[in-house]
């Protein structure tokens, strides 16, 4: 069975751009968050989607955005791009919410410069 | 709020040592307890998981034990390989939570 799957793997932007990363989750998970993962740091909660629904939103401005399709794929958009948004962004999938084992995308490595 | 704190890094280890990487929580209610493990240049695998306490998750050698007691998820193994090189996360999620919350990982180097 394929896992989550991410892209692109890598993506090198301009201050002030804007960004759209896509994932697609573990046939059969409804669920779909999005992690930012800074250099030397662990990854930090962004979104959770669940059947096409925002349910939960880290500690982010407003220029990221994201949506769920109605075949459980997401894309996270980041608008207005600073430098500090240069880190690897983790999509993950699980079944449902709550306690259950998320499996996380390879990621895609965005540079900002 | 909830949060997991994990023992700093880098740990350096020859191979065949034994191996622990701390790990304590604090949380509300009764949380499911991770470890992940990231290779160079890649995203995050599950190593093991613990749903509640007294629980011991293993896979491929390494082991940890759910103590509600003491708040703590560590993780060890009995001999380590040039192959285990990479950067470990401990992690929780609670019922009614909708995200897993990650300590700062811990990059472990074994050397042959």
């Known amino acids: 069975d394929a896992g989550v799957t991410q892209s692109p793997t890598h993506l090198i932007k301009t201050r002030g751009q804007q960004v759209t990363l896509r994932c697609s989750p573990i046939?059969?998970?409804?669920?779909v968050s999005w992690y930012q993962q800074v250099l030397g740091q662990g990854p930090q909660f962004i979104f959770q989607?669940?059947?096409?629904?925002?349910?939960g939103r880290g500690n982010f401005p407003d220029r990221f955005s994201a949506r769920q399709f109605p075949n459980y794929s997401s894309e996270l958009n980041v608008n207005a791009l600073l430098l500090g948004d240069s880190a690897l962004y983790l999509c993950?999938?699980?079944?449902?919410?709550?306690?259950?084992?998320?499996?996380f995308g390879p990621g895609t490595r965005l540079l900002v410069l | 709020g909830n949060s997991v704190t994990q023992m700093e890094g880098p740990v350096t280890l020859s191979e065949e040592a034994f191996l622990t990487i701390n790990c304590t929580y604090t949380?509300?209610?009764?949380?499911?307890l991770f470890w992940y493990v990231q290779y160079p240049g890649e995203g995050l695998q599950l190593l093991l998981k613990?749903?509640?306490?007294?629980d011991k998750g293993s896979n491929k050698g390494f082991e940890a034990t759910y103590r509600k007691e003491t708040t703590s998820f560590h993780l060890e193994k009995g001999s380590v390989q040039v192959s285990d090189s990479a950067v470990y996360f401990c992690?929780?999620?609670?019922?009614?939570?909708?995200?897993?919350?990650f300590g700062a990982g811990t990059r472990l180097f074994v050397k042959a």
């Open positions: 993950a999938s699980s079944p449902g919410l709550g306690k259950e084992t998320q499996y």
């Open positions: 046939s059969g998970h409804k669920s």
């Open positions: 989607y669940y059947e096409k629904e925002e349910r």
């Open positions: 949380a509300t209610g009764y949380p499911s």
């Open positions: 613990a749903t509640k306490a007294d």
């Open positions: 992690a929780l999620s609670t019922d009614g939570g909708f995200k897993t919350i």
